[in-house]
């Protein structure tokens, strides 16, 4: 039975590539766009791969039409659409607290509509609670985060990334911001230049925009590039793979953040982190044991951010304690295995 990957964008299939290198499959996008992208991604990473993925161009509309296994990395089956031909499986590609679709009722239909969803861990429980979806416990696979497993296993080397980046004061520390984008009401258009030319007055900050707010970061990065300001560096959030998210984790020291589901992964570090307050209303109403803002600490109205970067650093092992605890609050198998846990259960579902 053959297994697909199926995803709305280049950069949700980062979390398709550690399964994919152990059970192969076949990938699919729905444009010529997409197709193209991520064609040159397989070209350029074809040895860390292994062996070059197929590729095939599918519209959204069409996927009920494939035969086998049909791995989703965003909630794009169609709710009006018979998967008779196929056994349906949803990943969510991050853990965040912005709720499925900004709550809308197609998105609960639909969530409903899988034959099974992975499970990163209790808070991505907590959050099909919280937007009233009770589903039979068969349906639940307790997988954890396909993305630690890489990490854990020392695959991003600080030094290396460090010359990627081509950082040259290493003297510094390195603050990783990573915003998410207007659904959640990210803070990359309000507060970005701010944020740029006061974390840079003492440390190195390496600008990291959501997938769809990549060309807007990037002229904003260009702009402050060409009026002189030093210690900002660009990661590249569309290629998955000179640039990948685990990479600035693994040389960073800190992350500024708002309502990005790269948040809680971050917790994969133990690193401090340091919330932007937005107003966004459409976020998940969840226990302290699996709240971020019950950790982190919060900038609140603009606040100055470096005597607030000061406070997480001298705080730093206080924090580390606490982020590793909400660590394993909300992921399964947050020490390595989530991808074996994958594995283990296609295994199962292909040879019925």
Not at 82 to 102: A, L, M, N, V, W
Not at 263 to 291: A, C, G, S, W
């Amino acid at each position: 039975m053959p297994l697909y990957f199926i995803a709305n964008s280049i950069y949700q299939f980062a979390y398709a590539l550690p399964v994919y290198r152990k059970t192969g499959g076949v990938f699919v996008v729905h444009n010529r766009k997409k197709y193209r992208h991520f064609k040159k991604f397989i070209d350029t990473a074809s040895s860390d791969l292994k062996v070059s993925p197929k590729l095939i161009l599918v519209p959204r509309n069409e996927t009920h039409n494939l035969k086998g296994v049909l791995l989703f990395l965003a909630n794009t089956i169609q709710a009006g659409e018979s998967y008779t031909q196929s056994i349906t499986i949803f990943h969510e590609h991050g853990t965040s607290d912005k709720r499925y679709e900004g709550g809308d009722a197609i998105a609960i239909e639909k969530l409903s509509k899988y034959d099974y969803i992975f499970l990163s861990g209790p808070k991505n429980h907590a959050r099909l609670i919280d937007i009233g979806l009770q589903l039979d416990s068969k349906k639940l696979v307790e997988i954890g985060c396909l993305r630690f497993d890489d990490y854990l296993a020392g695959k991003f080397d600080r030094t290396e990334e460090e010359k990627k980046l081509k950082i040259t004061d290493r003297s510094r520390k390195n603050i990783l911001y990573a915003p998410t984008w207007k659904f959640g009401n990210g803070t990359l258009r309000k507060q970005g230049g701010r944020l740029i030319d006061e974390i840079t007055k003492s440390h190195n900050l390496i600008l990291r925009p959501h997938y769809h707010d990549r060309k807007y970061a990037l002229l904003l990065y260009w702009i402050k590039k060409l009026r002189g300001k030093k210690h900002i560096y660009f990661s590249y959030p569309q290629d998955l793979h000179k640039h990948d998210t685990y990479a600035a984790f693994a040389v960073s020291d800190l992350l500024i953040s708002d309502l990005s589901s790269v948040i809680y992964e971050y917790l994969i570090t133990f690193n401090p982190i340091l919330v932007m307050e937005n107003d966004f209303k459409q976020r998940h109403q969840m226990p302290t044991h699996l709240d971020i803002l019950n950790q982190a600490i919060v900038c609140r109205n603009n606040e100055p951010l470096l005597p607030l970067i000061e406070t997480c650093f001298d705080q730093a092992n206080e924090i580390s304690v606490g982020m590793k605890e909400l660590l394993h609050n909300c992921f399964y198998a947050a020490d390595g295995g989530s991808v074996d846990n994958v594995v283990h259960f296609l295994s199962n579902l292909r040879s019925l």
